[in-house]
Nanobody, 126 residues
């Protein structure tokens, strides 16, 4: 059974940074794309960033390009989301997810992922 556990959320001021981590267990890294999603109150679940199984290709939504960086340490079974220059619109619960056979056309679609973590809250406020 694939399990994902996120950590690293918290309260940060606008302009600040946070690094989220997600430890993945019970899976074969070679087959899985990993993604970060977020959901703000009253809004739909939104794909933020994704990374390919070998860790060489990263995907981002336009809103976070240049501010967020996704990376993957296959040896540690961990995926990271470095978030810089945060603003209040980034406030949301962030989820890590694992899916098979994803690429640039579908990495951002929640239904393409079969395994999810419980999420970690990120609040950006002064």
């Amino acid at each position: 059974e694939v399990q994902l556990v996120e950590s690293g959320g918290g309260l940060v001021q606008p302009g600040g940074s946070l690094r989220l981590s997600c430890v993945v267990s019970g899976y074969t890294p070679d087959f899985y794309t990993l993604g970060w999603f977020r959901q703000a109150p009253g809004k739909e679940l939104e794909g933020v960033a994704g990374i390919s199984s070998e860790g060489k290709t990263a995907f981002y939504i336009d809103d976070v390009k240049g501010r967020f960086t996704i990376s993957r340490d296959i040896a540690k079974n961990t995926v990271y989301l470095q978030m810089n220059n945060l603003n209040t619109d980034d406030t949301a619960k962030y989820y890590c997810a694992a899916g098979i056979g994803l690429d640039g056309s579908n990495w951002y679609k929640p239904h393409a992922y079969g395994n999810w973590g419980q999420g970690t809250q990120v609040t950006v406020s002064s």
